[in-house]
Every structure is written in structure tokens, then in C-alpha cells.
């Protein structure tokens, strides 16, 4: 809907920004032609006395979106993870933004969980704290159960949420249109691409049986890890607008004088989180993706607690195969290769000369080698590989960009916790490990096993399929049907004889 509530709403965030001072930096950072600043100043300027002031401790982008609310506020923390949107300055802007916003009232939490779990508070918890965080989307509160005593962790949805989010999404439709409209040259951006991608991270959030299911599978992922633990999941006591988990106690990982003084090692704390997000990552294909101090605590026994499982990372196993091996190329600094698998995986386009890039890798890979271990950085590589690969024509992709962001904010919990931590020397292992698993004959055998489980679906089908060939083989004129018959007959025989030489590698490595 895009009616004339959105048309004021426009109005209002052009007259916020332009309040607070966020309008040019804004404009800056999406390169925006002249067609577009003149409509931007005609939506705000002549009527800054209806914007928001914000906090003026606040940067300008941070202190404008804090001021006009929870979506907008998500909106900056979604485009933080943009850098190729925003650019890197605004996007480093954006990651300030803190999720502190005034809590709602007890009384209503208990509201919304009694017609969640459909039984009155009392009989669920022997105790409901006030909240003791709140969001831009949630608020937690810390509780005990009634049926064995247990604390446990409480989130519930804002009252009203999802209404107000999705009129500031038809909003945010309506800016992009505009944007599309009135800057071509910005189209390149995929404003509206951004905004669906935005719709579709905080459709999500608000439906909190997903973060329930989110953080099931990362602990099932995890749950042989020694260095990392997760609360478990009360299934019984989550639902769409409530989600019950166990209760951590812990120190902030951004406490480091408290780490201290409870005698913790600085240093494998801030390797273990680090290791921990490349093993996940390349692993498991499915990571953590809002890794900051927040969302991390220490255990007394130096176990990292995870928690808050509303933005996840996934990575297809091809790409995490790629990747590796790129980044086991710049470990051993061979750019030939590291140019070799672009090329080999299409993700630059062929017509590129493959000698070019490869130096253009290695002006991305010496400096960085070149410092002291302390300022060496995995996100900034991947940055800087991201810029060049752009050049040479290979398209961003999302999910990448969301894994760089994340190594950024990880690197830096790492290096707050001992800033001497050698990325490298950390990051090796882990690659060269997967790289060990996931590539090579053992490999080779575990994926035609896992085709020979999709082929064997056709079981039923294979006498058809046999019948049909022989048959053709008699016939001079074979048809049409016949011939994707034998396509099948010499695939499954193929793929038989593939099954049975992986069983022999297999078992000889």
C-alpha cells in the first residue's frame, strides 16, 4: 500500500535526516545524482520541524534511524552487512546502532505469553523479572519455571510489531520506487532487491518460532564442541510471539577487566571464538551471523555461551569448497591459484585474463602479509578480494557479504579479547582441515553416496528404463522416448561404476 500515510512518512524521514544531519551523509554514500538529492531536500527540508532530533551523541545516520524507530533501526543494522550497498564509512556507521530502546511494560508481556502459551503466567513461571534487555523487536525477560525450577530466558515480541513494521516497509517500497525512478544510475544498487531483502529478514525475526528452530540446529551443529555451548530450547514454551530458552550466567565478552579478574586466558578465548566461527562457517555451511559482545557470554569454566539467533549465515557446501580454497591460497600465498578457482567456479567471467587477475590478487594479498600479525585481517581481505573481483565483472553475492561482515565484528571480539591474536595462524587449521574433508577422494566418495541416495529414489523406474533400451537397440529409428531412455540407462550404469570405484578409494584412504 503506498497511500498517503506513506507519502507523510516519507516526509517525516526526510525532515529527520535532515534534523540530524544524516541527509548529505546518506546521499554521499549512495552516490546519488542530482535528480535525486533535489527530491530528497524537497521531502525534507521544508519540513524539518516535523523530524525527530535524535540523540545528539549519536552519529548522524545512527542518531536519525534510532529517532524514527524499530524499523528503521533494523533497517540500519540489515544495511550495516552492506558495505557494498552503503559504502564502507556508512556502513561502519551503522554498526553503532545499539538495540536500546524503552522496554514495554511487564504487565504486557505477560499478557502477550498467556495468550501465546494459552495458560495463565502462574502456572508457567514461579517468577517474571522486568525485562532485562529490549530490542528493537523483542524484549527478554529472566524467569523460573514452575515444573522443576529452572531459569530460564523469556523473549517477546513488541506489542504491536509487526503492524508498525510493515507499514514502514510499504514505506520503504515506496522510497525505493522513487530512488528507481528518479536516479537510474542508482539502479545498479537494486533498491527495491534491497528492500525484499530487508522485508524478508525481519519477516523472520517476527515470527520467533524460526529464531526457536534457528538456534535447535545451530546446537545441534555445535553440540560436540567442546569450546562453545548454547541454551537449550523449552519447545513446549515457544511460539510465534514467545520464545523460552534456558537461562545463561555468564560474563559479557566485552567485560574484559571482569575476564581478568575471574583468571580467564585472554588469548584462548578470543582464538576460540574466532576458530569457532571458521569451523562453523565451513563445516557446517550455517553460522552465527550477529557474533558481537552482546550476544556472547563466558562461562566460569571459559565455555563460550551463544546466544540471540535472529540473523544466521548460510553457505552452500560448493561455495564453502570454493572459498576455502581461496583462502587457502592467500595463506600460501599462491595468487595463480587463488585466480584459477574464480575462473574454475564461473564466478569470474572466462573472456578475463586469468594471468591479470592473478596479479591484481597479489596486490591484494602482499600488503596485507605484510604487516605486523597483530593488524592482519581476514575481513579486510575478503573486502579488498570483493572490490577486485567486482572489477573483473564477478557479481556480489549476498550471503558472502553477510560472512565478511560477520569475520569483521568477529576479528574484532577476538582482538578486544587479546590484541595480539595471529588471524592466520588461527584461520590455517581450520582451512586446511576442511579443506583435507571436503576435498579429495574421500570426498568424492561421500558425494556419490549422497547421489546414489537421490538416483536410488528412481529404483522403481530401472526395469522400464532397461526394457526401453534393449529395445532401442533393436530398433533403427529409435524415438524420442527411447532416447532419453538410454540417456537414463548410461547415466545410473555410470554412476554405478563411480559408487563402486568411491567405495575403493575410500577404503583405501
Known amino acids: 500500500m503506498r497511500g498517503p500515510h506513506n507519502i507523510f512518512r516519507l516526509i517525516r524521514t526526510g525532515a529527520t535526516l535532515e534534523r540530524t544531519g544524516a541527509m548529505n551523509v546518506v546521499l554521499d554514500a549512495f552516490k546519488a545524482p542530482w535528480t535525486l538529492r533535489v527530491v530528497a531536500k524537497v521531502l525534507g527540508w521544508p519540513f524539518q520541524w516535523l523530524g525527530y532530533k535524535g540523540d545528539p551523541d549519536m552519529p548522524p545516520a545512527p542518531r536519525a534511524l534510532t529517532a524514527l524507530g524499530p524499523a528503521y533501526i533494523k533497517f540500519g543494522q540489515v544495511l550495516s552487512t552492506r558495505p557494498d550497498v552503503v559504502g564502507d564509512e556508512l556502513a561502519l556507521q551503522m554498526r553503532v546502532l545499539q538495540d536500546k530502546l524503552p522496554p514495554f511494560s511487564t504487565a504486557e508481556a505477560r499478557s502477550a505469553i498467556e495468550a501465546e502459551l494459552e495458560k495463565p503466567v502462574e502456572q508457567i513461571f514461579q517468577t517474571l523479572s522486568p525485562p532485562v534487555a529490549a530490542a528493537s523487536i523483542a524484549q527478554v525477560h529472566r524467569a523460573t519455571l514452575v515444573e522443576n525450577g529452572e531459569d530460564v530466558a523469556v523473549k517477546v515480541l513488541r506489542p504491536g510489531i509487526e503492524k508498525a513494521f510493515r507499514r514502514d516497509i510499504d514505506a520503504f517500497y515506496l522510497a525505493a520506487s522513487i530512488i528507481d525512478k528518479f536516479a537510474p544510475g542508482a539502479r545498479r544498487l537494486k533498491p527495491l532487491d534491497v ?29 560436540d564442541d567442546p569450546a562453545i555451548t548454547l541454551p537449550k530450547v523449552k519447545w513446549h514454551l515457544s511460539s510465534r510471539r514467545v520464545m523460552t530458552l534456558d537461562w545463561a550466567d555468564g560474563i559479557s565478552s566485552g567485560d574484559v577487566d571482569a575476564l581478568k579478574r575471574e583468571g580467564h586466558d585472554l588469548k584462548v ?30 562461562a566460569s569454566d571459559g565455555t563460550i555461551i551463544a546466544y540471540d539467533f535472529g540473523i544466521m549465515g548460510r553457505i552452500d557446501e560448493y561455495t564453502r569448497r570454493v572459498y576455502a580454497e581461496i583462502l587457502f591460497g592467500f ?21 578475463k585474463d586469468v594471468d591479470e587477475f592473478a596479479r591484481a590478487l597479489r596486490a591484494v594479498g602482499e ?36 560472512l565478511q561482515r560477520t569475520m569483521v565484528v568477529v576479528e574484532g571480539v577476538a582482538r578486544s579479547l587479546y590484541p595480539q591474536i595471529n588471524i592466520w595462524e588461527v584461520a590455517q587449521p581450520v582451512v586446511e582441515g576442511y579443506i583435507k574433508d571436503s576435498i579429495g577422494p574421500k570426498a568424492l566418495a561421500k558425494d556419490l553416496l549422497k547421489a546414489a541416495q537421490v538416483i536410488s529414489r528412481f529404483g522403481p523406474l530401472l526395469p522400464q528404463i532397461a526394457e526401453d533400451t534393449l529395445i532401442r537397440i533393436h530398433n533403427p529409428e529409435p524415438t524420442q522416448k527411447d532416447r532419453k531412455s538410454s540417456k537414463w540407462f548410461w547415466a545410473i550404469l555410470l554412476f554405478a561404476i563411480g559408487v563402486f570405484f568411491g567405495f575403493l578409494i575410500s577404503n583405501a584412504t
Not at 523472520?204 to 518460532?209: I, S
Request: glycine content about 8%; aromatic content about 10%.
Open 269 to 298: 578465548l578470543g582464538e576460540n571464538i574466532l576458530r569457532l566461527f571458521l569451523t562453523h562457517a565451513l563445516r557446517d555451511g550455517y553460522f552465527h551471523a550477529d557474533m558481537h559482545h552482546g550476544n556472547l557470554k563466558i
Open 367 to 402: 600488503p596485507i602479509f605484510g604487516m605486523d600479525a597483530s593488524q592482519i585481517s581476514m575481513g579486510r581481505l575478503l573486502s579488498y578480494l570483493f572490490e577486485v573481483t567486482e572489477k573483473f565483472g564477478m557479481e556480489t553475492r549476498t550471503e558472502l557479504i553477510l
Open 195 to 223: 528492500i525484499e531483502h530487508f522485508e524478508g529478514v525481519v519477516l523472520g525475526e517476527l515470527d520467533l518460532r524460526l529464531e526457536t528452530s534457528a538456534a535447535s540446529e545451530f546446537a545441534d551443529n555445535t553440540k
Open 331 to 351: 595463506i600460501r600465498r599462491d595468487y595463480k591459484r587463488v585466480a584459477e578457482v574464480h575462473f574454475e567456479a564461473g564466478y569470474v567471467p572466462a573472456n
